[in-house]
């Protein structure tokens, strides 16, 4: 009988160039088929087989590195799992025990699902590398690992294994893989929370790395990840849209403004707590504009008021295309009706913004407009300290300004100014730069006039500067979309009307024990503690000898509270309650943290509806039809598709300069007077501090020099 040979059957080969073309192929490499031989070959035919698996190892380290590591793969294969989930995690904890990140390169649902390394595949792209501007690297190296897992018809799934091999070196360190820095859904929960509390992502880091410090997350992780929660928010709107139903639903006073082509160019809301302060305290408002909020560089008005304890509250905000009279008005028309129909502010504050104080004039006829004497003075600052070459001198200027402007009353006024014009006649350029563009708007700032009107104190525009302070606190960049920045405002908003709320009941409870005489019995715990001690300090004058030189009778018109001369002619014993303004009473109010509480009790619309309904149950059935076919219309109609806002121009250096830097920084540029306070005169001749090259005195000389070699030389005679 012929001897049949000893590796029949065996679909292994031993040459490695052969090895390499089975390993690119689609059949599996892990499967070694081995023939049950009879008789006494059995055991040699076991023995040659581990040989050939041996020898089959050893030609894979010789030859092009590729590494399988199969024992725990491949005990995968005789298992069953009830889910796909379940399959897909148990293969990628023993990746990553090797050293390797396993990955989904394909799934159909219910049916398979392919597994491989996430080194697998190769770098595509659709422009040549030379045209790309970044500098771009993959991991990718088409790594040939690859598992399929298949769902059963008993619903099981099971692993099928295509290729156990790798052509790379398992790593040593996994931070370096996106999947091993991925957030669980516990860490991804506390992202998108601590994100919308407006803290800041290296924050959120540190948080989460107290809980977990074996986390790999970096924080481009958690911009991807805040991203990815604002996309999903969206729900498939234009931002615009989502910001717009947003505004409506959370019970915001909101209204927009759009061009021909649909573009957003304007943009009023206040949030449901703010339209509560300000129908509480509609007597003080302070306006101003700030920059540096958004992407599209829009200027944001920004309308501050002040409520019974001298704080600062958020009325409205405005984001603006310009800043020309008629966005100023449209704004202001807004603002109106959120006071409603008959109200107006007993006094606005503003810096002296032209185009705001025409729309002041039109909207709010009856108010009167002040202007912030900070301002005043750091613009004379900047226009007339250059004329001064001793400091003492300036000084001396600066002195005489503050009593021209805190002239008690006209007459006074008049001679001040009249003293101030002898005083510095040398300075011609001064006398008219403040004659022409100050003295004009005199009744706006000097105290003679504002000294009339009840304002509460604020003659300046500092609360809006705070104010904008605090918003880009918030803010953190000037790079957000406006979705972004209402997000960050409605945080600044809660946070300070949860102060406000907290300080008028700790007031209503607490009783401060300089007051505790029998002048403040009726007052405490009615009147804010900021206007109790600002009456201690009229008390206290009232029981001087001499106090007409203290009190000019001002004090009680522009603070609402009794002054010297009352308190001392009238022999007040005991002050009562309804000597004091309605702006510093807090027994009467209180705040609550409904959205809905805000709007009016009385609305138009719900006094409308009930009409239609009244009249719509004594109609016949044909007009009753004719109704709803009308009502339907309404519901039915479309709104309007609104665009993003278009990139505004702004001061500075134009786009595309090659030494403007674009940041994401909200700081504001300084302004024209902070260059001249912080850059000491020098001169550009002499290089000396203290003057300028028009004012040099080696001007003098060189002049003098001239005229000198024009006499020697004779050149006078050549003219």
Request: aromatic letters at 10%.
């Given at each position: 009988?012929?001897?049949?040979?000893?590796?029949?059957?065996?679909?292994?080969?031993?040459?490695?160039?052969?090895?390499?073309?089975?390993?690119?192929?689609?059949?599996?490499?892990?499967?070694?088929?081995?023939?049950?031989?009879?008789?006494?070959?059995?055991?040699?035919?076991?023995?040659?087989?581990?040989?050939?698996?041996?020898?089959?190892?050893?030609?894979?380290?010789?030859?092009?590195?590729?590494?399988?590591?199969?024992?725990?793969?491949?005990?995968?294969?005789?298992?069953?799992?009830?889910?796909?989930?379940?399959?897909?995690?148990?293969?990628?904890?023993?990746?990553?025990?090797?050293?390797?990140?396993?990955?989904?390169?394909?799934?159909?649902?219910?049916?398979?699902?392919?597994?491989?390394?996430?080194?697998?595949?190769?770098?595509?792209?659709?422009?040549?590398?030379?045209?790309?501007?970044?500098?771009?690297?993959?991991?990718?190296?088409?790594?040939?690992?690859?598992?399929?897992?298949?769902?059963?018809?008993?619903?099981?799934?099971?692993?099928?294994?295509?290729?156990?091999?790798?052509?790379?070196?398992?790593?040593?360190?996994?931070?370096?893989?996106?999947?091993?820095?991925?957030?669980?859904?516990?860490?991804?929960?506390?992202?998108?929370?601590?994100?919308?509390?407006?803290?800041?992502?290296?924050?959120?880091?540190?948080?989460?790395?107290?809980?977990?410090?074996?986390?790999?997350?970096?924080?481009?992780?958690?911009?991807?990840?805040?991203?990815?929660?604002?996309?999903?928010?969206?729900?498939?709107?234009?931002?615009?849209?989502?910001?717009?139903?947003?505004?409506?639903?959370?019970?915001?006073?909101?209204?927009?403004?759009?061009?021909?082509?649909?573009?957003?160019?304007?943009?009023?809301?206040?949030?449901?707590?703010?339209?509560?302060?300000?129908?509480?305290?509609?007597?003080?408002?302070?306006?101003?504009?700030?920059?540096?909020?958004?992407?599209?560089?829009?200027?944001?008005?920004?309308?501050?008021?002040?409520?019974?304890?001298?704080?600062?509250?958020?009325?409205?905000?405005?984001?603006?295309?310009?800043?020309?009279?008629?966005?100023?008005?449209?704004?202001?028309?807004?603002?109106?009706?959120?006071?409603?129909?008959?109200?107006?502010?007993?006094?606005?504050?503003?810096?002296?913004?032209?185009?705001?104080?025409?729309?002041?004039?039109?909207?709010?006829?009856?108010?009167?407009?002040?202007?912030?004497?900070?301002?005043?003075?750091?613009?004379?600052?900047?226009?007339?300290?250059?004329?001064?070459?001793?400091?003492?001198?300036?000084?001396?200027?600066?002195?005489?300004?503050?009593?021209?402007?805190?002239?008690?009353?006209?007459?006074?006024?008049?001679?001040?100014?009249?003293?101030?014009?002898?005083?510095?006649?040398?300075?011609?350029?001064?006398?008219?730069?403040?004659?022409?563009?100050?003295?004009?708007?005199?009744?706006?700032?000097?105290?003679?006039?504002?000294?009339?009107?009840?304002?509460?104190?604020?003659?300046?525009?500092?609360?809006?500067?705070?104010?904008?302070?605090?918003?880009?606190?918030?803010?953190?960049?000037?790079?957000?979309?406006?979705?972004?920045?209402?997000?960050?405002?409605?945080?600044?908003?809660?946070?300070?009307?949860?102060?406000?709320?907290?300080?008028?009941?700790?007031?209503?409870?607490?009783?401060?024990?300089?007051?505790?005489?029998?002048?403040?019995?009726?007052?405490?715990?009615?009147?804010?503690?900021?206007?109790?001690?600002?009456?201690?300090?009229?008390?206290?004058?009232?029981?001087?000898?001499?106090?007409?030189?203290?009190?000019?009778?001002?004090?009680?018109?522009?603070?609402?509270?009794?002054?010297?001369?009352?308190?001392?002619?009238?022999n007040i014993e005991v002050l009562p309650l309804n000597q004091i303004h309605e702006q510093w009473r807090i027994g009467t109010r209180s705040f609550t943290n409904d959205h809905r509480a805000s709007l009016d009790h009385e609305d138009p619309f719900s006094s409308l509806l009930s009409e239609v309904k009244e009249?719509?149950?004594?109609?016949?059935?044909?007009?009753?039809?004719?109704?709803?076919?009308?009502?339907?219309?309404?519901?039915?109609?479309?709104?309007?598709?609104?665009?993003?806002?278009?990139?505004?121009?702004?001061?500075?250096?134009?786009?595309?300069?090659?030494?403007?830097?674009?940041?994401?920084?909200?700081?504001?540029?300084?302004?024209?007077f902070e260059r001249v306070e912080k850059a000491p005169r020098k001169c550009s001749g002499c290089g000396n501090i203290g003057h300028y090259r028009n004012k040099c005195p080696s001007n003098n000389k060189s002049t003098t020099l001239g005229t000198q070699e024009q006499e020697i030389y004779g050149c006078g005679?050549?003219?």
């Amino acid at each position: 009988m012929e001897q049949e040979p000893l590796d029949a059957g065996l679909q292994i080969s031993m040459s490695s160039d052969d090895m390499e073309d089975d390993l690119q192929s689609n059949h599996p490499s892990s499967i070694i088929e081995v023939p049950i031989v009879n008789g006494k070959y059995y055991v040699l035919s076991l023995l040659l087989c581990l040989e050939l698996i041996i020898l089959f190892f050893f030609d894979l380290l010789e030859g092009p590195s590729m590494i399988d590591d199969s024992d725990e793969f491949l005990s995968l294969s005789t298992k069953f799992f009830e889910n796909r989930e379940d399959l897909v995690s148990a293969i990628r904890k023993i990746g990553l025990l090797q050293g390797y990140v396993m990955v989904i390169t394909r799934s159909r649902s219910n049916r398979d699902v392919a597994i491989g390394c996430d080194r697998g595949g190769c770098y595509r792209t659709c422009s040549a590398l030379e045209e790309k501007k970044k500098n771009s690297a993959s991991r990718r190296i088409d790594c040939p690992f690859k598992i399929v897992g298949r769902r059963t018809a008993e619903g099981l799934w099971k692993v099928e294994i295509s290729s156990l091999l790798h052509n790379h070196e398992p790593s040593t360190d996994m931070a370096g893989h996106p999947y091993c820095r991925r957030f669980t859904k516990e860490e991804a929960s506390q992202v998108e929370q601590m994100s919308r509390a407006g803290i800041k992502p290296r924050q959120i880091l540190s948080s989460l790395r107290q809980s977990n410090p074996d986390l790999l997350a970096v924080s481009r992780n958690i911009y991807s990840k805040t991203s990815q929660f604002r996309r999903e928010s969206l729900g498939g709107r234009s931002i615009i849209q989502a910001l717009l139903d947003e505004l409506g639903g959370a019970g915001f006073s909101h209204n927009v403004k759009y061009d021909h082509s649909g573009h957003l160019t304007h943009l009023f809301f206040a949030h449901p707590t703010s339209i509560e302060l300000t129908k509480s305290y509609s007597n003080v408002f302070v306006m101003d504009c700030t920059y540096k909020t958004n992407k599209y560089k829009m200027p944001l008005l920004e309308i501050v008021g002040v409520s019974s304890f001298n704080t600062s509250f958020y009325s409205c905000f405005v984001f603006m295309q310009k800043e020309e009279q008629q966005d100023y008005q449209w704004a202001l028309e807004m603002f109106s009706k959120l006071l409603g129909d008959g109200n107006h502010p007993l006094a606005i504050i503003i810096d002296r913004e032209l185009a705001l104080m025409k729309a002041i004039q039109v909207v709010f006829p009856m108010t009167p407009n002040l202007l912030c004497i900070w301002h005043i003075e750091k613009n004379i600052l900047a226009h007339c300290k250059g004329q001064f070459k001793e400091d003492a001198d300036w000084v001396g200027f600066m002195s005489s300004w503050s009593t021209l402007v805190k002239s008690w009353d006209v007459s006074t006024f008049n001679e001040v100014w009249n003293r101030f014009q002898i005083e510095y006649k040398d300075y011609a350029s001064i006398l008219t730069y403040i004659g022409n563009t100050w003295l004009p708007w005199k009744e706006r700032f000097v105290f003679a006039w504002t000294g009339q009107i009840s304002h509460f104190g604020n003659n300046v525009t500092s609360r809006a500067e705070g104010a904008h302070g605090t918003l880009k606190k918030y803010l953190q960049v000037s790079t957000g979309g406006l979705r972004e920045v209402k997000e960050n405002i409605c945080l600044a908003i809660q946070n300070q009307f949860q102060e406000i709320r907290t300080q008028l009941a700790s007031e209503k409870i607490r009783v401060p024990q300089k007051l505790c005489i029998p002048f403040f019995k009726e007052v405490i715990n009615k009147v804010s503690f900021y206007a109790l001690f600002e009456l201690q300090k009229q008390y206290l004058l009232a029981n001087a000898k001499d106090y007409s030189s203290q009190c000019k009778g001002q004090f009680s018109k522009t603070m609402g509270l009794p002054c010297v001369h009352m308190i001392k002619e009238i022999n007040i014993e005991v002050l009562p309650l309804n000597q004091i303004h309605e702006q510093w009473r807090i027994g009467t109010r209180s705040f609550t943290n409904d959205h809905r509480a805000s709007l009016d009790h009385e609305d138009p619309f719900s006094s409308l509806l009930s009409e239609v309904k009244e009249k719509y149950e004594k109609q016949p059935l044909a007009q009753k039809e004719n109704t709803i076919r009308q009502l339907s219309q309404i519901l039915g109609a479309s709104c309007p598709l609104i665009f993003k806002p278009t990139l505004q121009p702004h001061k500075g250096r134009p786009v595309g300069s090659n030494k403007r830097k674009e940041t994401s920084s909200t700081r504001r540029e300084p302004s024209y007077f902070e260059r001249v306070e912080k850059a000491p005169r020098k001169c550009s001749g002499c290089g000396n501090i203290g003057h300028y090259r028009n004012k040099c005195p080696s001007n003098n000389k060189s002049t003098t020099l001239g005229t000198q070699e024009q006499e020697i030389y004779g050149c006078g005679s050549l003219l």
